[in-house]
């Protein structure tokens, strides 16, 4: 099986490469506009979709599109990457010393079907400081990222003290649901693992 990833984030291509799968980056042209107004909790996987949607090639026996979209939801407002240092700063001090919850929204496309979920994640950052917040962005440039925040990173590590679902959700994909829906999708007679060489 090989994955068609459409994702230029490094941490979820080093994630879906945790499958053991040949993985090929590809890139779809499509803009990522919510026609009307969608529940906070369906944007990223409406996002997913709407990527999946845009792929125009046909896809190949044993080829499967991957297609995934983050989004943090805070105050009941939903939060993409930040464009600049300033809202960076604004997204930090929002998060600061509040739980918060990341939607990951995923959509795996075959030949034959297309399927797709929302995974969610509840965060909970301590009161970050003025500096804290300041040396983060300055050292990690967080401007690929949901919520201008990567958990893996300093300052997931020194502020973060609670999480309440998957890890690898806030990462940028939810690794264990993402590899049953695959392995649901290609192998379901056997229910066997996706790398299986029997």
């Keep these: ?73 805070v105050d009941g407002n939903v939060i993409g990457k930040p464009h600049t240092r300033d809202e960076a700063v604004v997204m930090l001090h929002n998060l600061s010393d509040k739980t918060h919850t990341v939607y990951t929204g995923v959509s795996l496309r075959s030949s034959t079907k297309q399927m797709s979920f929302t995974e969610r994640t509840d965060v909970h950052f301590r009161k970050l400081t003025d500096s804290e917040i300041n040396y983060y962005i300055d050292t990690y440039k967080p401007f690929d990222k949901a919520g201008a925040y990567g958990i893996q990173e300093w300052i997931g590590m020194i502020g973060i003290d609670r999480i309440e679902g998957d890890y690898y959700n806030v990462v940028g994909l939810p690794v264990a649901h993402t590899y049953q829906l695959l392995v649901s999708m290609c192998a379901p007679a056997q229910g066997d693992s996706l790398n299986s060489n029997s």
């Design 1 to 73: 099986m090989r994955i068609l990833l459409a994702s230029k984030s490094p941490r979820r291509r080093k994630l879906v490469e945790t499958f053991n799968l040949e993985v090929e980056i590809v890139d779809i042209d499509v803009e990522e506009v919510l026609e009307k107004e969608v529940p906070a909790n369906r944007v990223a996987e409406t996002l997913a979709c709407i990527k999946a949607n845009g792929y125009k090639k046909p896809l190949s026996e044993g080829e499967v599109l991957l297609t995934a979209d983050t989004v943090v939801v």
